[in-house]
């Protein structure tokens, strides 16, 4: 179950740009304690960010990512603290009701361009939701897509940029993770069994982008959404 959903996260994540740690972190906590897929999710998002960022450096954009990744640097501690101090249950709840807000914000952003100036404040404001977003579940994509959207000078430097951040937040997730205890050796199987998957999805989604309609798969990514952040809601 490991492997399949992470297979289905990267293909998600080849053919739209983002979502990986949405789609996993929608389904691994059916499978496992919140805390411990919170954590292994980081390890497969390092892998996949710093994967992409290496075949896109030359169109990463260093001062338009600065002032997000100091500013998640910053937050990202407080959001694994309340990951680690908190009930699991009333996590479980959070994740759930965080999960439907993305995906009807989501839905709402795909029907209408919401318009965000780059800018020092909006930057501190993505970087501080995001850091909070990834500390707590490894989520906190959205905030950041939304500003580099605007911010980036092309789609090139738009990916590069955000794959980059991706990848040196979640490095800094997973030292904290395991500077509080939250790491220990029984994840290197599924850690393992992960990185088969993401390698084999990132290779499977190019082909997939090439074949099915890009805005399809990204609605349906949405609906899903929608109804697993209900299912743990309800859990």
């Given at each position: ?106 839905f709402i952003n795909g029907r209408r361009k ?23 579940f490894n989520v906190g994509g959205p905030p ?92």
């Amino acid at each position: 179950m490991v492997f399949i959903i992470c297979l289905l996260g990267s293909v998600i994540q080849g053919v739209i740009g983002f979502g990986f740690a949405m789609f996993v972190m929608a389904f691994l906590p059916l499978l496992m304690p919140l805390k411990l897929a919170s954590a292994i999710t980081s390890l497969y998002v390092l892998f996949i960010g710093s994967m992409m960022s290496y075949n896109l450096r030359k169109n990463i954009d260093f001062k338009m990512v600065i002032v997000p990744i100091i500013t998640s640097f910053i937050f990202i501690p407080a959001g694994v603290y309340l990951l680690l101090i908190c009930r699991e249950n009333i996590l479980t709840k959070i994740l759930g009701g965080l999960i439907v807000l993305l995906a009807i914000f989501l839905f709402i952003n795909g029907r209408r361009k919401i318009n965000i100036k780059p800018s020092l404040k909006n930057g501190i404001a993505a970087g501080t939701i995001s850091g909070i977003m990834s500390g707590m579940f490894n989520v906190g994509g959205p905030p950041l897509v939304l500003y580099y959207l605007h911010a980036a000078k092309d789609n090139l430097s738009y990916k590069a940029s955000l794959e980059f951040t991706f990848a040196v937040n979640t490095t800094f997730v997973f030292l904290s993770h395991i500077f509080y205890g939250n790491v220990s050796g029984n994840m290197l199987e599924l850690a393992l069994i992960g990185f088969v998957a993401t390698v084999s999805g990132s290779f499977l989604g190019l082909k997939v982008f090439r074949k099915l309609d890009a805005v399809i798969l990204t609605w349906s990514v949405y609906v899903m959404m929608l109804i697993m952040g209900f299912v743990l809601l309800l859990k």
